[in-house]
């Protein structure tokens, strides 16, 4: 099996043409052909489709796809290529899973098959919400003392000091070290020191940030886990293999993560899902990576509980799960934001997708578009592993019928929806629970969806 | 052919984002005398305004707004010569500079929204990625921008757009130039706070944004 090496060889010696060329050549009308060629319909009526040789279809003409386009390197402008037997090999090596976090708190993330009556892997948190740094503290604390959370994400900083972090600074090195210190000592407040972060490090934006927030000196072991990301849509370049090779020889878990846009370069929902799949593959291949964390984006809502994100997010995740043991969690970003009703609307529907469709952990539906500093707080958190617990084992025939109702309950109203209230305005900073009026609502929601059929325990 | 069956070619070849279609209606145009701004105004634009419109209500996606925003590219390469042989001048919308901002590597949002303004009609030059304040700004005043639209994914590299616009105002130019902001993580706000123009959280609304801009220059 090739590796990050021979990856490189490739990245310095394959087809060689301007990102313009490898837009509108090959990744476009590939995407287009194989959509085709491989019969993928979106069905908008079942959000939660439950059609198996559909999603193998998916998975086959994901590796077409790859073989076809590979991936650019931005840094070369050449073409990595694949041949189809390293990505079914690559396939078939998977460990089937991954071990994270330490003592007590040490597990076994395991992959789960549509329909699974196995929990999924409850990741907890959010990493692209910008926040405070005293307010950091306290909402890590917060997803710590979630009981069912295996693992968290913890926030990015935007500011050190008093000072706006510029990337490839020493603003970032000390902003990426202090968020990942923040973390961990807010799990060791939470009780749960050995509790995995698996966002690292999700205040770096270069290789050196990751770099620097990854000194043993500030509290990362090698249980924790690593965001890699590909660019939009297809590509690579050197700040994001240069994260990779350290972290391969180091020997942390790496976890491939892409969020494709629907709308972008994919198209519509067809080719989002083959692009989304095809991600999975090169998780596997070129990162080989212990998980993956994916989730596309609509382009123009800039959320993921749209109703045709909604049936990519099913598609393939069913796919996927049928068809690899890389374990994958689904993270959604709510159009609402936090202590609104029609948050707690979205975050079930995506859950109901998610948990059905067979991915291996759940994240917290992100609030508000992830765009509102401070615009998230443990109570969604908590929300979005009730929900997930609550459906584990339902049938995608079940969970389709129950998405179709909710849809129909938000949908309409995407585009003028509240941003929500922030941390410091749903909660109480200083003993971190949640204000009455949250803690009300959240309790009428979880009654409503209960009446509409959700088993909550 | 008749002159509106070549109009209604053209038009049509942008919507099915068709080059070899796009050129062969522009020789025709041109073989059959029309005006060749014309051909501009009333086919290709007209064109342009069609697939704007199925952008803007979901109908179609980037690929097809790239397919006609090259059919509109091969068009213009038999048309131009003309125009120019002519005399004759294009109406000019404005330009716009389009980059990401420093330490952030995301390009597809920027590609969508620099598409969408050539659709409108704009002059669109692109610096791509990771470009920082000054290197900006001297591109800008190089190809005599009047817009400058900034953009990042990340929340780390927003104070990079902020760092633009304070840059403009050090080197006393904030007033030739104006400064849009966009990407996932910004939100009004923080284009009011940062003293930015305007905000567009969709590529239809930067689109907007830039053209009620510059009508109201």
Redesign the interface.
Known sequence: MPNLLDFMERATTGPILSEDDF??KHL?PN??KIVREFEIHYTPENPVPSDDAFADRLFEAAIEFIVRTGVYC?DTNRVIQFEREEIVQAVANLPGGATFGEGRECRFFSPRKPEDGNQPWYHVGTG???SSEDIALAQVEGYGSIPRANSISIP???SIKGM?????SPL?IH?AVSAVQAGRKALTRSGRPGLPILNLIS?A??ALGTIAGTHPNFGLRPSDGWLIDF???MKV?F?TLNRLAFIQITGGNIGSTALP?????A??AP?TALVMMAYYLLGITLFQGSYHLTGPVH??H?CSTTRDILWVFSVVGRAASRNTRYPAIALGYAAAGPATQMYFYEAAAANLCFVPSGYAGVQTVHPA?????DGVSPLEAQFCVEVAHAVTGMSAERANALVNQLLEKYEKEIDKTPAGKRYQECYDPKTGKPGDDYLRLFNEMKAELAGMGIPFA | MNKEQILENLATAIVDGDDDMALESARAALDAQLDPLDAVDQGLSKGMDIIGEQFQSGEVFLPELLMAASAFKAAMEILKPEIELQKKEIAKQGTVLIGTVKGDLHSIGKNIVGTVLETKGFDVVDIGIDNGALDIIQEAKKVQADVIALSCLMTTTMPAQKEVIETLEEMNLRDKYFVIVGGGPVTPEWANEIGADGYGESAIQAAELVKELMDNK
Do not use: P
Request: charged content about 25%.
């Open positions: 837009n509108m476009i995407v287009r931005d692209i919400v910008a990015a900083l935007k706006d972090v510029i990337g490839g970032e902003a205040t934006t270069t660019l939009a849509e370049n700040e846009i629907l709308g972008g370069y198209g519509g080719g382009f123009r800039g578009k992830a765009v509102i500093d």
